[in-house]
């Protein structure tokens, strides 16, 4: 059987990483984290754990230090993990099962088709992932988020794909903004079980994460010389968020997971002009 290689990359993880590093000790080869200097007890708890520390300085793109930990990964079989996910015990159990060589099939047809309803609208928005032909080289996990204590099922959350386990040589993260896509060289597949993702579990870690996002969303703003007229105004400050909003809600039935669809799909909205207003103030 081939061995499996868990990397992450990490900082000021102290209250997640713990948790994220129990779930794959009995799964993964060898660990290995590199840490944007964390302040906190994040490298304290990932070596007391087992894993292999390296230190890097803090790059805005944070997938600069995911391509640095991705290189360090020494086995043919590597899952990138962010700390405030979780590997599920079913999800473990499936791994084995490709880094052992097995071929999977999803027998759910209802989750196949969910599946790959996300992924066409994946390469719509980024073109198209992996290529057609070859072996498969990296797979989609499904991302079940937790937001304020509970799992996200609606509001166009789930299955949330994100490509976690790759081959070794075979995939990179292009480096430039914070939403890009893995590449990969080969095809791409499936893993049906779930992925746990303790994404905002309060809202102090939802608007956390939001100012940094949007702070990046800012800066591709300024690159792309997004204009500042009246109609750019209007655009990302009503047209935008209230499109994304009614999308979210309705569209894709936010409000079947109640107040909290509702918070995700309005908080979601205001993304555009709060990016858009931080672009504005810093010329």
């Not at 984290?33 to 990932?46: C, G, L, N, P, Q």
Request: aromatic share 12%; glycine share 6%; with cysteine.
């Amino acid at each position: 059987m081939s061995k499996l290689s868990v990397v992450l990359a990490v900082r000021n993880e102290e209250a997640n990483i713990g948790r994220c590093l129990e779930s794959v000790r009995q799964l993964a080869d060898e660990i290995i984290v590199v840490d944007e200097y964390s302040t906190d007890k994040t490298r304290e708890i990932a070596e007391g754990l087992g894993a292999k520390v390296y230190q890097e300085p803090h790059h805005d793109i944070f997938h600069i230090t995911k391509q640095k930990v991705l290189d360090l990964a020494k086995y043919e079989w590597i899952l990138q993990l962010d700390a405030d996910e979780v590997v599920t015990p079913e999800l473990a159990e499936e791994i084995k099962l490709v880094i052992r060589g097995q071929r999977l099939e999803i027998r759910n047809t209802k989750k196949y088709k969910l599946f790959q309803k996300h992924q066409e609208l994946i390469e719509r928005r980024d073109g198209v992932v992996g290529r057609p032909t070859g072996e498969i080289v990296g797979y989609f996990i499904p991302r079940r988020n937790i937001f304020l204590g509970q799992p996200l099922i609606h509001a166009g959350v789930y299955p949330d794909g994100v490509i976690r386990l790759v081959k070794k040589g075979k995939a990179r993260f292009p480096q430039k903004s914070v939403h890009e896509q893995i590449i990969l060289d080969g095809k791409v597949g499936w893993l049906q079980n779930d992925l746990e993702h303790n994404d905002s579990p309060t809202l102090k870690r939802y608007f956390n994460r939001m100012n940094r996002y949007t702070d990046l969303q800012a800066e591709e703003l300024k690159v792309k010389k997004t204009p500042k007229t009246v109609w750019s105004f209007l655009r990302f400050t009503i047209l935008h968020p209230t499109y994304y909003f009614l999308l979210l809600f309705f569209r894709h039935l936010g409000f079947l997971d109640g107040v909290r669809g509702f918070l995700w799909s309005f908080f979601s909205a205001m993304h555009f002009p709060v990016a858009y207003f931080k672009y504005l103030t810093r010329g």
